[in-house]
């Protein structure tokens, strides 16, 4: 409850703030896209679909922070592809973290146990993972 009411209040003073400043539309969160790449092969997905050039490619911590800090918004969701694949997403979320920045990790779930103590629990870290079926359709792999 203490978490949702940080939040609540954090994101109420963002918007009043906007407000205060004139204006009329800004960002209240932030789809932080870092890399396409999956390891699952979801029919619907159009994200593994892309060319292999484009699926080995991934953002920098560094480029990251840029964008969460040129948006302003308070939240930040990071899908996929799979986030946990990214060779550096403990460093991306640790950083924005310390940023203060709410940050929902969206995942599918499989590689969680073998990533979850690279990130420290914190009351703006927030891991949604979204099944896509039954476990036969879940964790069919590319």
Same mark, same amino acid.
């Given at each position: 409850?203490?978490?949702?009411?940080?939040?609540?209040?954090?994101?109420?003073?963002?918007?009043?703030?906007?407000?205060?400043?004139?204006?009329?539309?800004?960002?209240?969160?932030?789809?932080?896209?870092?890399?396409?790449? &999956?390891?699952? /092969?979801?029919?619907? *997905? =159009?994200?593994?679909?892309?060319?292999?050039?484009?699926?080995?490619?991934? !953002?920098? +911590?560094?480029? &990251?922070?840029? /964008?969460?800090?040129? *948006? =302003?918004?308070?939240?930040?969701?990071?899908?996929?592809?799979?986030?946990? !694949?990214? +060779?550096?997403?403990?460093?991306?979320?640790?950083?924005?973290?310390?940023?203060?920045?709410?940050?929902?990790?969206?995942?599918?779930?499989? !590689?969680?146990?073998?990533?979850?103590?690279?990130?420290?629990?914190?009351?703006?870290?927030?891991?949604?993972?979204?099944?896509?079926?039954?476990?036969?359709?879940?964790?069919?792999?590319?």
């Amino acid at each position: 409850m203490a978490v949702q009411l940080q939040q609540a209040l954090s994101v109420g003073k963002y918007i009043v703030t906007q407000r205060l400043q004139g204006r009329k539309k800004y960002p209240l969160v932030l789809m932080l896209e870092p890399l396409f790449r &999956c390891n699952l /092969a979801c029919p619907g *997905c =159009g994200k593994i679909q892309h060319p292999l050039q484009i699926l080995k490619q991934h !953002l920098s +911590p560094e480029d &990251c922070f840029k /964008a969460v800090e040129e *948006c =302003g918004a308070p939240v930040v969701s990071i899908p996929g592809g799979e986030p946990l !694949l990214h +060779p550096q997403m403990d460093e991306i979320v640790k950083g924005l973290v310390e940023r203060k920045k709410f940050v929902y990790l969206c995942t599918n779930g499989i !590689l969680l146990e073998d990533k979850l103590d690279l990130f420290e629990p914190s009351p703006y870290l927030t891991f949604s993972i979204h099944l896509d079926g039954l476990k036969q359709m879940h964790d069919k792999n590319k």
